[in-house]
């Protein structure tokens, strides 16, 4: 394969993304991005022909529990390790 990016690609992202680079790190850096896009490039080449599609890699049935009412806890024993309390209920800092 061939070059797929190049260096006005990665100046063009830096400056997207607020980022400097000298001309010798953009040259490392589409190096080596044009590497990795390369290899992914190569792994959809991979013949899957043969392979059944999934939606998921285990097969999954419903996993969730049934919903049953149940005591709670109470306001004393929710709050016993709360590091503030006022009122009954939680106090936490204010969030300007």
Not at 36 to 52: E, L, P, R
Not at 60 to 88: F, I, M, T
């Amino acid at each position: 394969m061939g070059k797929i990016i190049n260096k006005e690609d990665i100046a063009h992202i830096a400056k997207l993304a607020e980022l400097e680079y000298s001309d010798a790190e953009i040259d490392k850096i589409t190096s080596q991005l044009d590497k990795i896009i390369n290899h992914v490039a190569k792994i959809g080449q991979a013949d899957t022909s043969n392979v059944i599609s999934t939606s998921h890699v285990l097969e999954l049935s419903n996993v969730y529990r049934e919903d049953k009412a149940r005591e709670s806890l109470s306001r004393e024993e929710s709050l016993k390790n709360a590091p503030l309390e006022d009122g009954g209920g939680f106090k936490v800092p204010k969030i300007d």
